[in-house]
């Protein structure tokens, strides 16, 4: 029979690092004035790191009166008390860490190529450090861009500021952000921002490396267009010229095409006269994209603001298109084939004749169980005009809310806004009266509405 003392072992390794009884390494940790001398065993260490292993095996290392010195001058002794008492016990801590704290131990553990412990603390970052993540994603990516094994953390800050450029570009960090870390940003195909915004900030960035330039481009003389082509020679081959409209071009990108190589200048005019040319180029595709004929990507952004303005942390969403009625069938059976058991889902519908959209989110499902089904944080809207996204209006939930799920009926926000078929399948009702589900939002009680289409909310961070 086979018994498992695993906890007297542990128990027992405790014990030995904190008597040192025949220690014989002696670890030098952090700097002045936050340094500390730790003690441990060669055979424990190499057990556990490789890092240690390696290091305990090199023919130069260090050695004092029969014990070998190691020196790590970037780790902080506190992170590395925790990771040593790990070696010995093989248990660590790390509930109630904060996000500064995590890092910390996760920068410890990748030097010391702990894999599993790296891992460990990196999914914990990612699941329970959204806030802090969210606060300063940008200062947090340039941090762990080096530690080539943070690879989900490093994608995790990616995804935000892709998804949501205005965090890298609307700040002042952002003409101080380094030009290798830029040009990772401008090579994904999921930056979710018009290629013109895009040149025109790469410009604003260019410029500020060069404190001498003139921001006149037309003043420019020979030195100046080569010191700017030397600073963005990387970035260029990195914008998809050919998603810039003409208008865009002539006026906010032409005047820099002395920095262009003559191949480009070339291959843009062809592009721009010569009917049906098709250069060689790949499309950005945002992740937050929605096969749209209503919305675009910056409404996906103001749903995913609207969708987490109830708690405390942001997170990434994916819009997967479930059911638009011209394409599918403007039937309630079509509606509920297509939306039925599908989780949290947006709703947004055209109004006829007009630009105003409006719409809901479902934050459970819908179904057809033929009757209500009592939700939460939801929120339906109205654009005035899509196009202006000033014109968005929001009303949230109050008290005990519901979606009707019934199989003869199309989408309906409580007793508020949707499509019972009633009056045709192209009329959305509107009522509110005091008992009603969300606050008044200003519609008219019967709308004509030219088509609508379902999103699927997928979280993805």
């Known amino acids: 029979m086979t018994y498992n003392f695993e906890s007297d072992l542990s128990e027992a390794f405790g014990q030995l690092l904190k008597t040192e009884t025949d220690y014989n390494v002696i670890i030098h940790i952090g700097k002045e004035p936050n340094f500390k001398e730790f003690h441990a065993h060669s055979c424990i260490l190499r057990c556990r790191s490789e890092y240690f292993n390696k290091t305990l095996s090199a023919e130069n290392i260090e050695e004092k009166d029969g014990k070998y010195i190691i020196k790590l001058p970037n780790i902080l002794p506190r992170v590395f008390n925790v990771i040593l008492n790990y070696f010995y016990t093989d248990k660590i801590d790390i509930a109630n860490k904060t996000g500064t704290e995590l890092l910390n131990f996760m920068f410890a553990s990748d030097e010391l190529m ?32 080096y530690c080539k094994s943070l690879v989900n953390l490093q994608e995790y800050c990616l995804d935000k500021i892709c998804s949501d450029p205005k965090i890298l570009f609307n700040s002042d960090k952002f003409t101080q952000f380094p030009a290798p870390l830029l040009e990772i940003i401008l090579k994904r195909d999921d930056l979710n921002l018009k290629e013109i915004e895009i040149w025109e900030n790469l410009i604003k960035w260019g410029l500020a490396q060069e404190k001498s330039l003139n921001q006149d481009v037309s003043k420019w003389n020979q030195d100046d267009i080569n010191m700017f082509k030397r600073i963005l020679y990387k970035f260029i081959p990195l914008i998809r010229f050919y998603e810039i409209s003409t208008e865009d071009y ?30 060689k180029y790949t499309p950005r595709h945002p992740k937050c994209y929605a096969d749209s004929i209503i919305i675009n990507q910056e409404h996906l952004i103001i749903f995913t603001d609207w969708i987490d303005k109830k708690k405390d942390v942001k997170y990434i969403y994916n819009f997967n298109l479930l ?53 939460k944080d939801s929120f339906i809207f109205s654009f005035t005009n899509k196009s202006n996204l000033q014109s968005a209006n929001v009303v949230y939930s109050i008290g005990n809310c519901h979606v009707q799920c019934y199989p003869n009926r199309g989408p309906i ?16 009702t509107y009522c509110w009266y005091l008992l009603n589900c969300y606050p008044p939002l200003d519609l008219p009680n019967s709308i004509n509405v030219d088509d609508y289409e379902v999103f699927q909310v997928i979280k993805r961070y």
Not at 116 to 145: A, C, M, R, V
Not at 415 to 427: C, E, H, T, V
């Open 323 to 375: 059911y638009r009625a011209s394409r599918d069938g403007n039937t309630a059976k079509a509606f509920h084939a297509k939306c039925d058991n599908k989780g949290a889902t947006i709703v947004v519908a055209k109004i006829t004749n007009s630009e105003q959209i409006i719409g809901g989110y479902n934050p459970l499902f819908w179904d057809s169980s033929n009757g209500n089904k009592n939700i």
């Open 413 to 428: 926000f409580g007793n508020d806004l949707g499509l019972n078929f009633s009056s045709g399948p192209n009329i959305w």
């Open 250 to 279: 002539f006026n906010k990108v032409k005047p820099y095409e002395d920095i262009f190589s003559k191949e480009l200048r070339d291959d843009i005019l062809k592009f721009y006269m010569i009917p049906g040319y098709k250069p």
């Open 114 to 145: 702990l894999k599993k412990l790296t891992k460990l603390i990196e999914d914990s970052i990612i699941k329970n450090q959204q806030q802090f993540l969210q606060n300063d994603p940008i200062g947090i990516f340039q941090i762990i861009y």
